[in-house]
């Protein structure tokens, strides 16, 4: 990591901190968390996971819905918006390479998106321990490193698309689109698939499973039941074909490789093409 990478990523980051809408993001999180212990959530129980293992399942589901998004949406204007405004005009005059530019995007990027997540997951973790409820700080670790590789993933993709769109609308109605087709293909639209094709069960799971929404959220509900049974007859293929601690290692690996390839994709056509 050079110079100018850092020296980028620190100036979006003193940006964003003076940004309206990256308070207004972390004080919903950590907003959600605290009406969830006003609520008494901790108090409830679901196939034995009471306490804060029953808050962070909650926690975990809201953020496959907000978080992919979020960032999809403002990560796809951060290339494209720099170039249309003329700030990355004035940026690359520096003695700043393109890759350093773009990678430092991509850190500060991530920073200000999963540590305000991770530090509301951490709060209720800690409020927990003051309040003698039970912490179960293996699932904490676990859903940590899910939320770090799913930032990861749909930050690479938004970046992917920011470096290769011409313009903010495009960029923002790709984003949109990726989006709409991720969430079309969870379990319930892949099963009306299998039925309506007559496809092998085993293809279409298969196929689910390149989906990084569907691997996350399967991943979080083999950490609430270990036996998958909230999702029928899939279950039986998922957990014949790898075990459970297997299934947990892929579902963090594959969304951070997913993102990482996107992302050298990124920055490979940001340097070879005449983006200014």
Wanted: charged share 10%; glycine share 8%.
């Amino acid at each position: 990591m050079n110079n100018g990478t850092l020296q980028i990523a620190s100036l979006e980051i003193r940006q964003n901190l003076r940004s309206l809408a990256f308070w207004a993001y972390s004080i919903l999180f950590g907003g959600f968390v605290a009406i969830m212990f006003a609520l008494g959530i901790t108090e409830s129980q679901i196939i034995g996971f009471v306490g804060l293992g029953r808050l962070m399942v909650t926690f975990m589901q809201v953020s496959m819905v907000i978080l992919p998004i979020y960032i999809l949406i403002t990560t796809v204007r951060s290339v494209v918006g720099d170039r249309e405004t003329n700030v990355m005009e004035y940026m690359l005059s520096l003695p700043i390479s393109f890759s350093g530019y773009f990678w430092g995007k991509f850190i500060s990027r991530f920073i200000e998106i999963f540590i305000p997540v991770f530090l509301a997951l951490l709060g209720a973790a800690l409020w927990g321990t003051i309040t003698d409820i039970d912490v179960p700080w293996d699932l904490f670790a676990l859903y940590s490193f899910l939320l770090a590789a799913m930032v990861f993933c749909f930050l690479g993709i938004g970046m992917y698309i920011s470096a290769k769109a011409h313009s903010q609308n495009v960029a923002i109605g790709s984003a949109f689109i990726i989006w709409l087709f991720l969430v079309a293909f969870l379990d319930l639209i892949l099963m009306g698939v299998m039925l309506k094709m007559r496809m092998n069960p085993e293809i279409v799971i298969g196929v689910g499973m390149v989906n990084p929404l569907q691997v996350f959220r399967t991943a979080v509900l083999v950490l609430f039941d270990p036996k998958l049974t909230v999702m029928g007859p899939a279950s039986y293929y998922i957990l014949d074909t790898v075990s459970r601690s297997v299934f947990i290692v892929f579902s963090i690996l594959y969304p951070i490789v997913l993102g990482f390839v996107f992302a050298f994709l990124g920055v490979r056509y940001f340097k070879r093409n005449d983006i200014v």
